[in-house]
């Protein structure tokens, strides 16, 4: 594409857009308001993945030791179970720490663990999964190992977490894909309008040889600048809604527990896939608006 080509189609593009002012006003506007609501439940499902992974990670299997073990026969079973498909990692945990972790967290009043010896507490192991999908049949097997008198799963927890998991998935991929034709229509439409108004021209500038590139190159940066302009706005307002949302939770006493994960992390991937979005949607759009008209 020759320099001059490029200036022309560009300035015919700026053009277009001010043509109809107010019909691009509301494109960008309404392309905005869908990237937003599509960038908040990405993020709120990609924090809600953050959250409900970080509960996976504290979700493990108790596996208690035989009492007519030792400390050390005890340990010596902890190749066994490192051995067994799906075990990420595994902690010894020994009757004393048991005792204390025990008072810790359960027993308020000091006083009460006076009575509490170690020895009322079993040796065991405390094992992280690699997959929470199989936690069944890896539950099983660490049970059939000599010396393993118990085991504990969590396993409707697990299944708990799963499916919330896969929900927001589903939920968050059918709200953007739909987001995303809605954003679609529009573009399409309001650059309709720009080549309703212009198609004897572009009839016209057919008959006189003119290629069908070169009649569709302005409207298609018509749509590019629409939905670029649209990106960059609809990032900055994402990252204020974002920061102001994070600052509330943090302050609140009952949703502390939540991590929320900085926008420093996220800002790169969210102003990338925003652009990629926009662009897509007007380039997209342009093409679909403009297609009809070329037939003469």
């Known amino acids: 594409m020759k320099k001059h080509d490029f200036q022309y189609f560009f300035h015919e593009g700026i053009s277009n857009m001010f043509s109809h002012g107010f019909m691009s006003f509301a494109t960008v506007g309404i392309t905005i308001a869908c990237l937003l609501i599509m960038g908040t439940f990405s993020l709120v499902s990609l924090n809600a993945n953050a959250n409900l992974q970080s509960l996976q990670d504290q979700s493990v299997i108790l596996a208690f030791v035989d009492e007519s073990y ?22 010894f945990i020994g009757k004393e720490e048991a ?39 890896t539950a099983d097997a660490i049970g059939q190992i000599e010396g393993i008198a118990k085991v504990r799963a969590d396993e409707d927890l697990s ?25 679609l229509f529009i573009m399409s439409n309001t650059i309709k309008l720009t080549t309703f108004d212009r198609k004897d021209e572009i009839a016209i500038m057919k008959m006189v040889g003119a290629t069908d590139g070169f009649i569709r190159w302005p409207f298609v940066y018509e749509g590019l600048l629409l939905g670029c302009f649209s990106a960059v706005i609809a990032f900055f ?38 652009v990629l979005v926009g662009l897509l949607v007007g380039i997209v759009g342009s093409l679909m608006a403009i297609r009809k008209f070329l037939r003469v």
């Open 99 to 137: 005792m204390e972790t025990y008072v810790d967290e359960y027993l308020e009043d000091e006083s009460l663990a006076e009575d509490i010896t170690p020895e009322i507490f079993r040796d065991r192991f405390s094992i992280h999964l690699e997959e929470l999908e199989s936690m069944t049949e």
């Open 237 to 274: 307002l994402q990252w204020g809604l974002y920061v102001g949302i994070s600052a509330g939770i943090g302050a609140s006493d009952t949703l502390q527990l939540l991590d929320i994960l900085p926008f420093t992390e996220l800002w790169a991937p969210v102003l990338g896939i925003f």
């Open 70 to 91: 030792t400390e050390a026969e005890a340990k010596a079973l902890q190749p066994q179970i490192e051995r067994i498909s799906n075990v990420a990692s595994v902690d």
């Open 159 to 183: 299944k708990g977490f799963l499916t919330v998991s896969q929900i927001a998935a589903v939920v968050c991929i059918t709200l953007i894909v739909v987001l995303l034709v809605v954003s």
